[in-house]
Nanobody
Framework: VQLQASGGGLVQAGGSLRLSCTAS????????MAWFRQAPGKEREFVAA?????YYADSVKGRFTISRDSTKNTMYLQMNSLKPEDTAVYYC?????????????????WGQGTLVTVSS
């Protein structure tokens, strides 16, 4: 299983970005897929997850939207109203079970990360 994250960049506060995560090497249409992020000096934290439903961290609820296109084996994270505190490396992940988890140690496979920088 391989995950490839892309779409990061530099954006001003209040702006938007869309991250993509393309999966290969397996069947992902019914898998749990998630986004995590890690800011400098901080632990990796849960952002959002999707299987048949979606789940969000409180810090991004109402601003971020997770979605997937199963025909393309691709997951997206639309990020609106970005804040400087959203600055982090964003990772996509998937796990072998069908239950959504919010701990990074529950996920088996990880993408390489894409950097999002939000300037004030």
């Amino acid at each position: 299983v391989q995950l490839q994250a892309s779409g990061g960049g530099l954006v001003q506060a209040g702006g938007s970005l869309r991250l993509s995560c393309t999966a290969s090497g397996g069947t992902f249409s019914t898998s749990v897929m998630a986004w995590f992020r890690q800011a400098p000096g901080k632990e990796r934290e849960f952002v959002a997850a999707i299987r048949f439903s979606t789940y969000y961290a409180d810090s991004v609820k109402g601003r971020f939207t997770i979605s997937r296109d199963s025909t393309k084996n691709t997951m997206y994270l639309q990020m609106n109203s970005l804040k400087p505190e959203d600055t982090a490396v964003y990772y996509c992940a998937t796990r072998a079970t069908s239950v959504i988890g919010t701990n990074s140690n529950q996920y088996n496979y990880w993408g390489q990360g894409t950097l999002v920088t939000v300037s004030s």
